[in-house]
């Protein structure tokens, strides 16, 4: 185990030991006391004091300087330096990215109906409290001819706001010439993200670093997580009545609402195609969410802010549930364990109500939650 840094006090130590014993060589009667050295606000003291501030202040830029060469202790920019430096070269932090979704663009009879009509690229289409999609390419109608119609459309402006669910994507920013055009969105938009943390970025440096050694699967999860907007994804492979591989991959991706489209998996299966080995087929599936609730029953310790701690509790319990990937369990030892970290909160073998058991999602699912979800003592 590393022995830790000196601290001010070990410095002022050491200064007092230099000069205590530098002292001893000078006439009786002119040495430095201990009792002068050690004693608050003397001149000697305020100087070694100075002097030992100074050094621990050098020590703590110089221990900042230590961490930022490495991956586990980097943090900001400095993370993103040792990464590109020493893991790979195009391996950059993730900026935030808008999210897509595929429209449906219907027509009806109209007076306009007898009369070709076109929905350019880049028509501005949003939801009712104002967040705004563009489409990607041409919408083309012939004349005397109505139905439906996909497109593809993202989002104006880069975040997790963009995320809208499905239905939501009703209005036109500017009317088309055609009373008869309609815009709905029948899926999730997905892939909105905000900029890549610390812990996800360093996650996939070290999944890219593991990737060069462990093979296609680890491969294949690194690329997909590469993309803009995949918060989670996990591989599984199919195994024949042998348990040999069959040379099928599911990848199940998801975007930080545990959601994904059509769209977003296209996207991703276009990455897969320069890390895929022959022979090996990679299906990237869509992820959905399934909602859990949660119900604990617990006690407080005297003179503990019950509304607190219950507000803290309801709070890290959703946080903990997002941050689980599609197809990973919510196991009940876990609930346990945040609850025990609440101060105040008194925890014992029956504290979580339900689930009454660990929950496993669906394959290609993910759990998520809610605060309103979460109850504590019934609220």
Request: proline fraction near 4%; charged fraction near 20%.
């Given at each position: 185990?590393?022995?830790?840094?000196?601290?001010?006090?070990?410095?002022?130590?050491?200064?007092?030991?230099?000069?205590?014993?530098?002292?001893?060589?000078?006439?009786?009667?002119?040495?430095?006391?201990?009792?002068?050295?050690?004693?608050?606000?003397?001149?000697?003291?305020?100087?070694?004091?100075?002097?030992?501030?100074?050094?621990?202040?050098?020590?703590?830029?110089?221990?900042?300087?230590?961490?930022?060469?490495?991956l586990d202790s980097a943090e900001g920019d400095a993370l993103e330096r040792v990464v590109t430096d020493h893991v790979e070269a195009n391996l950059t932090r993730r900026q935030p990215s808008p999210a897509v979704v595929p429209l449906n663009i219907a027509r009806a009879y109209s007076p306009q109906f007898a009369?070709?009509?076109?929905?350019?690229?880049?028509?501005?289409?949003?939801?009712?409290?104002?967040?705004?999609?563009?489409?990607?390419?041409?919408?083309?109608?012939?004349?005397?001819?109505?139905?439906?119609?996909?497109?593809?459309?993202?989002?104006?402006?880069?975040?997790?706001?963009?995320?809208?669910?499905?239905?939501?994507?009703?209005?036109?920013?500017?009317?088309?010439?055609?009373?008869?055009?309609?815009?709905?969105?029948?899926?999730?938009?997905?892939?909105?993200?905000?900029?890549?943390?610390?812990?996800?970025?360093?996650?996939?440096?070290?999944?890219?670093?593991?990737?060069?050694?462990?093979?296609?699967?680890?491969?294949?999860?690194?690329?997909?997580?590469?993309?803009?907007?995949?918060?989670?994804?996990?591989?599984?492979?199919?195994?024949?009545?042998?348990?040999?591989?069959?040379?099928?991959?599911?990848?199940?991706?998801?975007?930080?609402?545990?959601?994904?489209?059509?769209?977003?998996?296209?996207?991703?299966?276009?990455?897969?195609?320069?890390?895929?080995?022959?022979?090996?087929?990679?299906?990237?599936?869509?992820?959905?969410?399934?909602?859990?609730?949660?119900?604990?029953?617990?006690?407080?310790?005297?003179?503990?802010?019950?509304?607190?701690?219950?507000?803290?509790?309801?709070?890290?319990?959703?946080?903990?549930?997002?941050?689980?990937?599609?197809?990973?369990?919510?196991?009940?030892?876990?609930?346990?364990?945040?609850?025990?970290?609440?101060?105040?909160?008194?925890?014992?073998?029956?504290?979580?109500?339900?689930?009454?058991?660990?929950?496993?999602?669906?394959?290609?699912?993910?759990?998520?939650?809610?605060?309103?979800?979460?109850?504590?003592?019934?609220?």
């Open positions: 185990m590393a022995a830790p840094l000196p601290t001010r006090e070990d410095f002022f130590q050491v200064g007092a030991r230099e000069l205590l014993a530098r002292s001893m060589t000078r006439p009786a009667g002119k040495r430095v006391t201990a009792a002068a050295v050690y004693t608050t606000g003397t001149n000697v003291n305020s100087a070694l004091a100075g002097a030992a501030a100074m050094a621990d202040e050098v020590m703590r830029h110089a221990a900042i300087r230590y961490g930022e060469l490495f009369s070709p009509f076109t929905l350019a690229a880049g028509t501005v289409v949003r939801t009712e409290g104002g967040i705004e999609f563009k489409t990607l390419s041409d919408v083309n109608f012939p004349a005397s001819t109505f139905g439906n119609r996909a497109v593809d459309a993202q989002a104006l402006l880069a975040g997790t706001a963009g995320n809208v669910d499905y239905g939501t994507i009703r209005q036109f920013a500017q009317a088309p010439t055609d009373t008869g055009i309609t815009v709905n969105n029948l899926d999730y938009a997905a892939g909105g993200s905000d900029i890549e943390s610390d812990r996800d970025y360093l996650a996939r440096a070290k999944l890219e670093r593991g990737a060069r050694k462990m093979g296609v699967e680890t491969s294949l999860l690194a690329a997909a997580l590469a993309q803009p907007g995949v918060k989670s994804a996990v591989v599984v492979e199919s195994l024949n009545d042998e348990g040999d591989p069959d040379g099928l991959i599911s990848i199940y991706v998801a975007d930080i609402n545990g959601r994904s489209n059509s769209t977003m998996v296209g996207m991703v299966q276009s990455a897969l195609r320069s890390v895929r080995v022959c022979g090996i087929i990679p299906y990237v599936v869509g992820s959905t969410p399934t909602t859990q609730s949660v119900m604990y029953a617990v006690s407080y310790a005297p003179n503990t802010d019950a509304t607190v701690a219950a507000s803290r509790l309801r709070a890290l319990t959703a946080s903990m549930i997002n941050e689980l990937a599609t197809g990973e369990t919510l196991q009940r030892s876990m609930l346990f364990a945040i609850a025990r970290t609440i101060p105040g909160i008194i925890v014992d073998d029956n504290s979580v109500y339900y689930p009454s058991e660990d929950v496993t999602p669906t394959p290609g699912s993910s759990i998520k939650t809610r605060s309103d979800l979460i109850l504590v003592n019934g609220v």
